[in-house]
Structures are given as structure tokens and as C-alpha cells.
């Protein structure tokens, strides 16, 4: 499973494996959260995002479950610690790199209202269960057409001046690049239709 997490992301799991079995029935039992670390290409990535586990949704007959998750703060692994004793699953020992909240207003306004223009264009609808100024980078980072690679790479930034940044060059170059898809697309409509032949002295 490819994937990337950012703190405060509400994350649904379905957990079949026995190592994971163990590891959520773990978690509950001690209160404690586990890491997710990203997973990009197939390739183990350095950094990762803690999360708590916040509800089991339902446990099957056969000992699936359906977990909810949220994000709490962003991890760098040092070392990989493959066995643990009496554990299936594996662990690894972290350091949580501080994580810089200033930001600028103006910035994530104009990616916001990008971003809105963007859902526009395709057509589609997000909640983010917010107002648009209570928005922060990482509630938009799976919703603005970033790439598996992109959204690491917005992880690895510990400050959210960077992020906002980040993304405000993608977006402004995915909607350069709608917009000539929509202008080709009414050039192609247009094609075959009867025009108004004026402005020329014949």
C-alpha cells in the first residue's frame, strides 16, 4: 500500500493482516498511538506521521477490522528495529522534528480560492468540514492534484510558510494547465458550426 498521512487527517483503515491485528489491539489496550510511515513507489520513506487510533468501527468473525485513525505530528525514522519480542509487527526508533506553524494569510487565501477553482473545473465537491480560513496546508495537500511524491514532499517541510508555498507554485501550474484543456475543449467544440463571416473588406 502506497500511501502518505498528514497530522490532523482522519484515516480509515482496514486492518487483515495479523501483525497489524495485533499491533491495533495493542494500541487499544495501552491508549497509546501508533506510526504510519509513507510509503512512496513502493520504497519506505524516511519520514511518517504518528497517529491515534480513534475508533474501531466494527471487528469481524474472522478478526478484521475497520479502524478510524486521525494524524498527530510528523516522525523521522533514525533505525528500523525489525523485531520486537512476542510482536508480529515490527518498530523503529524516531525523532519528531519541530514543526513551524506560522503562516501567511495572504498565501493560503490565494491557494485556497485556486483550489476551489480547481474543484470547479473538475466538476466535484469537497467537505473539508471547515471554513476556508481555518484551512492549513495539510488539509488540502490529497485534494489539490499533487502526485504520491508531491504530497512527501510537502511532508518533509517542517515549516508551514514552506507548504503554503508549495503549494501555491503546483497550483498555479495545474490550473495553467486546465485552463488550456478547457480552452482547447471549446476550440474543439466549435469546430463545425456555422460562423459569422464579417470583418473583412472584400
Avoid: W
Avoid at 478484521?64 to 520486537?84: A, N, P, S, W
Avoid at 504530497?151 to 495553467?176: A, C, F, N, T
Amino acid at each position: 500500500m502506497e500511501i502518505v498521512v498528514y497530522p490532523g487527517e482522519n484515516l480509515n483503515l482496514h486492518i487483515f493482516e495479523p501483525r497489524y491485528k495485533q499491533l491495533i489491539k495493542d494500541c487499544k489496550a495501552s491508549n497509546k498511538p501508533f506510526g504510519i510511515p509513507a510509503v512512496v513507489e513502493g520504497k519506505l520513506m524516511e519520514m511518517g506521521t504518528l497517529v491515534e487510533l480513534t475508533e474501531i468501527s466494527q471487528e469481524y468473525e474472522d478478526g478484521k477490522m475497520d479502524v478510524k485513525t486521525k494524524g498527530i505530528k510528523v516522525f523521522r525514522i533514525l533505525e528500523i528495529v525489525k523485531e520486537i519480542p512476542d510482536k508480529l509487527y515490527s518498530g523503529s526508533i524516531v525523532n519528531y522534528p519541530a514543526n513551524i506553524d506560522t503562516s501567511s494569510q495572504a498565501i493560503m487565501q490565494h491557494v485556497v480560492t485556486a483550489m476551489h477553482t480547481l474543484h470547479k473545473i473538475l466538476n466535484i465537491k469537497k467537505d473539508f468540514k471547515k471554513s476556508d480560513q481555518e484551512l492549513r496546508s495539510y488539509d488540502m495537500a490529497h485534494h489539490i492534484g499533487l502526485s504520491l511524491l508531491e504530497e512527501y514532499e510537502l511532508l518533509e517541510l517542517m515549516h508551514e510558510l514552506q507548504r503554503q508555498e508549495y503549494l501555491k507554485r503546483h497550483i498555479k501550474r495545474i490550473l495553467s494547465v486546465m485552463t488550456e484543456v478547457e480552452n482547447l475543449k471549446a476550440r474543439v467544440q466549435l469546430n463545425g458550426h456555422f460562423k459569422n463571416l464579417n470583418g473583412f473588406d472584400l
